[in-house]
């Protein structure tokens, strides 16, 4: 199946690269694609913990 590069960001450093990765790769799918969408607006409300919501 083919691939299609959908978001990229570049780092000078492998390590702050990677620490992005782990970064990106904690997030939920919905932030995800906020980011990929460029909703970058969108996100300090989607970092919010499905435990810390109000029941």
Known sequence: MPVTL???EE????DEAFY????VQGWSR???EAL???NS???PE????YR???K
């Open 52 to 54: 810390d919501l109000k």
């Open 11 to 14: 780092y000078p450093r492998i």
């Open 41 to 43: 607006n969108l996100l």
């Open 20 to 23: 992005r990765e782990k970064q």
């Open 30 to 32: 919905k932030k995800k």
């Open 6 to 8: 959908l978001y990229y």
């Open 36 to 38: 990929i969408e460029g």
């Open 46 to 49: 989607l970092a919010i913990a």
